[in-house]
């Protein structure tokens, strides 16, 4: 059988740095971070008290009031997302065969904000009034719900579901989107990722693991992805949405082609529940799973959006397994944590920083890592390797790779190059 080509031909997003693709592009190309004080709820007693909030989002611009009533924010983010793709992409609704376009999307966490207040409605009036839960917790709660709703907006009776494999999960969703299709499963699947964690379960959760950075002084720049004073990640919450096609289909109607998706790997740190391999194993087999994936070489790839999420263990590993895997090729690439401004938006990770790479491969431009220090070296990283630190590089992008890691050691990694006939 042969496999059909995939190509990305839409995008959205609703990020920290903007609610619009275009936004959130430029203000990563400029380095601006998207950190600031936690406005979701009063986190003054908590030991981190700044995250990369969504900010200005109004979702009447997507929803109707009364239908978002109905959905957790997260879920609000990925028909926001998903609703900009649709639009970009300039598929026709009236003609487009609605059984042969799919959703999957991908979500670590899911509705967290509505149990974490059903929960606590529950505990303050449950002794006198009894369990007196709302008939939407359910359905705003669970995290296949946002598939769910982008399917019911647009009438796609195709594949749809959701992937959760805590931050891999949108690349694992991204990485399904594009199987399904070259498999000849769907012509057109809408995939990304979304997410919606900074309420006081979530900050605190992650705050007992001491995971999160704790610069309460200099939210701006806490990612600081590998500097030696990294105490963490910096949570992120949004989503970001990419329109996958088969090529023929695409072509057929005249769609604008961004860039081919070619390949897409996945691997299991078998290690810990949290932390990533010291070595980066799983890392490493994950990238080299792409590349065969893709039929690629690591002489093919020219950018590197890493998982980068500015903690002491993470980011020693990871470029331990990109130096394995890319010999010396690896000091001609450049590598660039884009978290250091976006935050780390757990399950909606990897759907944002796959836009990046497609942007970057388009635009032939990387953005870059910010937050580091000439003076703030970690001695276990080789700063050798072009970190693209301080301002984005321009440069031919024939391809660029996208890691993702997630507790539980999941692993998902996906590839894009340049779309040629």
């Known amino acids: 059988m042969e496999l059909k080509r995939v190509v990305v031909t839409g995008l959205g997003a609703i990020s920290p740095l903007g609610n619009s693709v275009d936004e959130t592009w430029q203000k990563l190309l400029a380095g601006v971070s998207g950190a600031g004080p936690i406005t979701h709820f009063d986190a003054q007693a908590f030991k981190t008290q700044f995250a990369c909030e969504v900010k200005n989002f109004n979702v009447a611009d997507y929803i109707d009031r009364k239908e978002a009533r109905k959905m957790d924010l997260y879920c609000q983010y990925a ?46 009036t449950g002794a006198t009034l009894g369990p007196k839960f709302s008939p939407f917790f359910v359905p705003k709660m669970i995290a296949d ?44 699947i809408v995939t990304g990722g979304a997410e919606a964690a900074i309420f006081p379960s979530g900050v605190g959760g992650f705050n007992a693991m001491h995971a999160l950075s704790t610069r309460n002084d200099e939210p701006e720049k806490a990612s600081r992805p590998f500097s030696a004073s990294r105490d963490g990640f910096v949570m992120g919450e949004g989503s970001a949405s990419l329109i996958l096609e088969e090529l023929e289909h695409a072509k057929a109607r005249g769609a604008k082609i961004y860039a081919e998706m070619v390949g897409a790997g996945m691997s299991a740190d078998a290690h810990h529940i949290t932390a990533s391999h010291p070595e980066g194993l799983g890392a490493k087999l994950v990238m080299q799973n792409a590349l065969e994936d893709a039929g690629m070489q690591p002489e093919d790839i020219d950018y590197i959006n890493v998982h980068g999420t500015s903690t002491p263990v993470g980011d020693v590993s990871e470029v331990k397994a990109i130096v394995d895997v890319f010999g010396e090729h690896a000091y001609k690439l450049n590598i660039s944590s884009t978290k250091s401004m976006t935050g780390h938006l757990l399950g909606a990770a990897g759907a944002l920083e796959a836009m990046v790479s497609v942007l970057s491969v388009q635009q032939d431009v990387v953005p870059p890592t910010i937050n580091h220090d000439e003076e703030d070296k970690d001695p276990d990283i080789d700063y050798r390797l072009n970190f693209t630190f301080g301002q984005a590089q321009h440069r031919t992008v024939r391809a660029a790779l996208s890691n993702t890691f997630g507790f539980g050691g999941h692993n998902a990694c996906v590839i894009f190059r340049k779309y040629t006939e």
């Not at 959703?103 to 929960?119: A, K, L, P, S």
């Not at 579901?161 to 299709?181: E, M, V």
């Open 79 to 124: 028909v926001a997302s998903a609703t900009q793709a649709v639009e970009n992409s300039g598929l026709n609704l009236d003609e487009v065969d609605k059984n042969r376009v799919g959703v999957v999307f991908g979500v670590g966490i899911g509705g967290m904000h509505t149990f974490e207040e059903e929960v606590e409605n529950w505990a303050k």
């Open 145 to 188: 719900i946002c598939a769910g709703h982008i399917s019911i907006k647009y009438g796609f009776h195709g594949p749809n579901y959701i992937t959760s494999s805590a931050c891999a999960s949108s690349s694992n969703a991204i990485a399904d989107a594009f199987n399904l299709i070259r498999l000849g499963k769907a012509n057109v």
